[in-house]
T-cell receptor
Framework: DTAVSQTPKYLVTQMGNDKSIKCEQN?????MYWYKQDSKKFLKIMFSYNNKELIINETVPNRFSPKSPDKAHLNLHINSLELGDSAVYFC?????????????FGSGTRLTVV | GDSVTQMEGPVTLSEEAFLTINCTYT??????LFWYVQYPGEGLQLLLK?????DKGSNKGFEATYRKETTSFHLEKGSVQVSDSAVYFC???????????FGTGTRLKVLA
């Protein structure tokens, strides 16, 4: 069973469109994250939710909106897509209070805006 | 602010060569230290970790020692294989925070 699963794996869309990426974890973790990885492999944290509550909200355009319907799911909605949004987006999770255990990452969603 | 500095890649080695990837950190609290590995087309996987000074993390032949005095956590492997070709990320988290700080990654290419 996949521990942290993201859908879709690939997403190609036109500028100006609105799209969503979904993430689900079956590890029983209560903290989930979205990271953006650019073409040079740099990882930038975007958001984090703990038990459905937003706890990290980095400097990200407000076209990006996370939603956590329950602690096993964290979705990312992006409005009015721009060329610069092209990247790989990773979801990750961990249990609160176990920061020394590290994250579990999903396999990523490669978003290409044309 | 908190940050991780890794050596720039790519690092290109022949099979069975010795590997060192340098990592130093700047942390305001007492950090736990990690190395993650990302194989092509995949997400990051935890490779090893160390949670206090002088701890040595090890996995799959890779090792790293938590050096508080030099704020370093260098990754080493005695004999690399082609299958070790990947991007390696150094990272840390301080107790009581939710945010992991990642380095910029170092690409390793091992030639047969």
């Amino acid at each position: 069973d996949t521990a942290v699963s993201q859908t879709p794996k690939y997403l190609v869309t036109q500028m100006g469109n609105d799209k969503s990426i979904k993430c689900e974890q079956n590890l029983g973790h209560d903290t989930m994250y979205w990271y953006k990885q650019d073409s040079k492999k740099f990882l930038k944290i975007m958001f984090s939710y703990n038990n459905k509550e937003l706890i990290i909200n980095e400097t990200v355009p407000n076209r990006f909106s996370p939603k956590s319907p329950d602690k096993a799911h964290l979705n990312l909605h992006i409005n009015s897509l721009e060329l610069g949004d092209s990247a790989v987006y990773f979801c990750a999770s961990r249990s609160a209070g176990t920061e020394t255990y590290g994250y579990t990452f999903g396999s990523g969603t490669r978003l290409t805006v044309v | 602010g908190d940050s991780v500095t890794q050596m720039e890649g790519p690092v290109t080695l022949s099979e069975e060569a010795f590997l060192t990837i340098n990592c130093t950190y700047t942390a305001t609290g007492y950090p736990s230290l990690f190395w993650y590995v990302q194989y092509p087309g995949e997400g990051l996987q935890l490779l090893l970790k160390a949670t206090k000074a002088d701890d040595k993390g090890s996995n799959k032949g890779f090792e790293a020692t938590y050096r508080k005095e030099t704020t370093s956590f260098h990754l080493e492997k005695g004999s690399v294989q082609v299958s070790d070709s990947a991007v390696y990320f150094c990272a840390f988290v301080t107790s009581g925070t939710y945010k992991y700080i990642f380095g910029t990654g170092t690409r390793l290419k091992v030639l047969a």
